[in-house]
C-alpha cells in the first residue's frame, strides 16, 4: 500500500480533507496532519477509515513541533506529500504593518512545505511525488493579505527549486504544486464558518470566475490525485491553474466590457446570490 502525508486536515470542508479522502480511495495510506486540537475532520476520517489514515496534530508556526512531526514520519517510507496546509492574514495596513503576522503565514506556508521536504527526503520511495498546495493570490500583488499573497510567490519558486534538485537526484523525485482560484471551503449554514470567508469575497469572486462559481475541494483533489498518479509521470516544477479561468479575468476589461457587477453593493449581492444560488 503507497503512504502519504497530507497537512492542512482539520475541517470537512477543506481542501486537505477532500485530498485525504480522494487519495484512500486511490488505494494510500494517509497521514493526515491537522493543526486545530478540535478538528471534525479527525473525528470523521478516524470513524470511517481507521485502517487507512492516522491523524497527526502539529503546530507548523513551532520549529520544534515540525522536527517532532517529521521524525515520527521518518519511520515509514513515503510515496506521496502533499503540502496542504495554510494560513491567512486579512486586513493587513502597510502603513501600521505588523510583522509577526508576516513570519507567522510565511513559517506555516513556505518554512514548513521546505522542512518537510527536505526531512522527509531521506523516507521518499523512489519516483514519490510532492505536490504543493498554492494560490492564484501568489501571482499578483495584494492590498491587505500582502504575507498571503507573498508566500504563495515563495511557494511557487520553492516548487521548481525543489523539482530541480530532487529531480535530479537518482530517486527521480517529482515536484509540482497545484494554484487554485476561489475554493469553497466554508459551510453557509454554519455562520462561524462563513466567517472565514467574507461576504464581499463570495460574491466578487464567483462573477470573476469565468465559469461563476467557486470550486469544490474535491474538484482540487481530483488534479493532486491526477499528479500523483503514473498519468502525470512528466509533470514536474510550475503549478497547474485550477481556477475555472479566474486568473485570466482583468476587472478592468471585465467593466470595460459592460457586464454587470455588483459585488461591492451587499443588499443587490444579496439579491443575486438569493436567485442564483449559492456560489
Not at 481542501?15 to 473525528?43: C, M, P, R
Not at 505536490?131 to 495584494?142: C, F, I, P, T
Not at 462561524?192 to 463570495?202: D, G, K, L, T, Y
Request: charged share 20%.
Amino acid at each position: 500500500m503507497k503512504k502519504a502525508v497530507v497537512t492542512g486536515v482539520s475541517w470537512d470542508t477543506g481542501i486537505g480533507f477532500a485530498v485525504t479522502k480522494q487519495l484512500i480511495e486511490d488505494g494510500y495510506f494517509v497521514y493526515a496532519v491537522y493543526h486545530s486540537k478540535d478538528s471534525n475532520a479527525k473525528e470523521i476520517l478516524e470513524e470511517q477509515y481507521a485502517d487507512t489514515v492516522l491523524c497527526l496534530q502539529c503546530d507548523f508556526t513551532d520549529r520544534k513541533a515540525v522536527g517532532i512531526l517529521i521524525e515520527k514520519l521518518k519511520e515509514v517510507n513515503l510515496d506521496a506529500i502533499v503540502n496542504n496546509a495554510g494560513a491567512f492574514s486579512g486586513g493587513e495596513d502597510i502603513n501600521h504593518y505588523d510583522i509577526s503576522e508576516w513570519d507567522r503565514v510565511f513559517a506555516v506556508n513556505v518554512t514548513a512545505p521546505l522542512l518537510l521536504c527536505t526531512g522527509l527526503k531521506s523516507v521518499l520511495n523512489p519516483h514519490a511525488v510532492i505536490v504543493n498546495m498554492v494560490s492564484s493570490d501568489g501571482r499578483k500583488g495584494s492590498f491587505s493579505s500582502i504575507s498571503y499573497a507573498a508566500s504563495k510567490a515563495a511557494l511557487i519558486n520553492l516548487t521548481d527549486s525543489l523539482a530541480i534538485n530532487f529531480g535530479y537526484d537518482e530517486k527521480k523525485i517529482r515536484v509540482t504544486s497545484v494554484c487554485p482560484g476561489w475554493v469553497k471551503t466554508f459551510d453557509e449554514s454554519d455562520p462561524a464558518s462563513s466567517e472565514m470567508v467574507p461576504f464581499i469575497s463570495r460574491s466578487t469572486g464567483s462573477q470573476l470566475c469565468p465559469l461563476e462559481r467557486f470550486a469544490t475541494p474535491e474538484e482540487i483533489a481530483n488534479v493532486v490525485s491526477f499528479l500523483l498518479s503514473d498519468k502525470a509521470s512528466f509533470i514536474s516544477g510550475g503549478c497547474v491553474p485550477v481556477d475555472g479561468g479566474y486568473s485570466a479575468v482583468g476587472f478592468d476589461l471585465y467593466a470595460e466590457s459592460g457586464k454587470d457587477f455588483v459585488g461591492y453593493h451587499p443588499e443587490e449581492a444579496i439579491a443575486i446570490q438569493m436567485k442564483k444560488g449559492s456560489c
